[in-house]
């Protein structure tokens, strides 16, 4: 039998990810274009556009019903008006009626959220938040990003805004963020920072002993060939995985800064569960529990240490996911 499928595009700076997801979150059919971001405007929506005809012209979509199209992009968006006001990965847009563009091209009702936001829907409908009232959702990648779903509802506060959780300050004399504060949790614990300290500790290591026995003893230097510039984020969770000590520590200072930030979240918010993706979620996976006990430590809410804290069940594609998410989200 023919079933409703709802249209979920991710739209990057590079890639424009779109498909079709059914109702029990499944992905059913999907595709990859490029973004042609640094261009005009209406360069950037044939993008896009041309990344919906594809999804349309499958055989999913003719054999079932496409009810609507969701959006999920990084930046500000304001829900409200489907606009993306300013976008620093798509700088094509500037307060840019993207709703009303895409619904003309496709007679098809359309919606759109930063993509924190759609990727916390996902996760609150389908995944790893599903039954849970209150869900707290972060993403861990190259920056931090985080969403807020109460009662299958995105909250956006007044204008929009609200759910900004990755520059929220942990120290207000700390390094200066991209977004111009300074000591957002997002420079101490995003993938650049969990990199820049395995390197400072890697650099530090090797004044102390020979290149030599420190390749020998290092898997974080056996993996990066030496050099030490090259340890990224991802390096220093599979060094970890191996038993290297220094990745281990790495990680769990990052655990430790986590645990800080997440007393403060909790104590604001308590949500039922906390839910963690992005490329780098995984890095943290290990040391849930460690987090959930420092939460006593942090934490003023007395039972804070009982909140669950769960990987995410969608990995790259919750950009889709969550986009799709959007067109089943009671309107307000």
């Not at 969770?237 to 520590?249: L, R, S």
Request: net charge neutral; proline share 5%; with cysteine.
């Amino acid at each position: 039998m023919p079933e409703s499928l709802a249209l979920g595009v991710d739209i990057g700076g590079t890639k424009v990810a779109a498909g079709l997801v059914d109702p029990r979150g499944q992905i059913v059919f999907k595709t990859r274009r490029p973004m042609v971001a640094k261009r005009g405007a209406e360069e950037g929506l044939a993008a896009v556009v041309k990344a919906i005809d594809v999804v349309l012209a499958s055989d999913a979509a003719r054999e079932n019903n496409v009810t609507g199209i969701g959006i999920s992009t990084p930046g500000y968006v304001n829900p409200a008006d489907g606009h993306v006001v300013a976008a620093a990965n798509l700088p094509c847009w500037r307060d840019f009626p993207l709703v009303a563009e895409i619904a003309k091209a496709t007679k098809l009702p359309v919606r759109i959220d930063n993509d924190g936001n759609a990727a916390a829907l996902a996760e609150a409908i389908w995944g790893a938040g599903a039954g849970y009232a209150r869900v707290f959702y972060i993403t861990l990648g190259t920056g931090i990003g985080t969403g807020i779903v109460i009662d299958g509802r995105v909250y956006h506060g007044r204008t929009g805004g609200a759910g900004e959780g990755g520059h929220l300050v942990i120290n207000y004399d700390g390094p200066r963020c991209g977004c111009g504060k300074h000591g957002c949790i997002e420079v101490y614990a995003a993938g650049p920072a969990i990199a820049r300290r395995a390197q400072e500790k890697l650099a530090a290591r090797l004044k102390g002993h020979s290149r030599k026995r420190a390749l020998a003893t290092s898997k974080m230097l056996e993996l990066a060939e030496g050099h030490v510039p090259r340890v990224t984020a991802e390096i220093v969770g599979k060094a970890a995985m191996e038993g290297d000590p220094v990745a281990t520590e790495t990680l769990q200072e990052t655990a430790d800064l986590l645990s800080v930030w997440l007393g403060g979240i909790i104590d604001l918010l308590e949500p039922d569960v906390i839910v963690v993706g992005g490329g780098l979620g995984h890095l943290t996976a290990s040391f849930f529990g460690y987090i959930r006990e420092q939460l006593q430590r942090w934490s003023i809410a007395p039972r804070a240490h009982e909140i669950p804290i769960v990987s995410a069940m969608y990995g790259a594609e919750s950009g889709i996911a969550g986009a799709a998410a959007l067109c089943i989200e009671p309107k307000a």
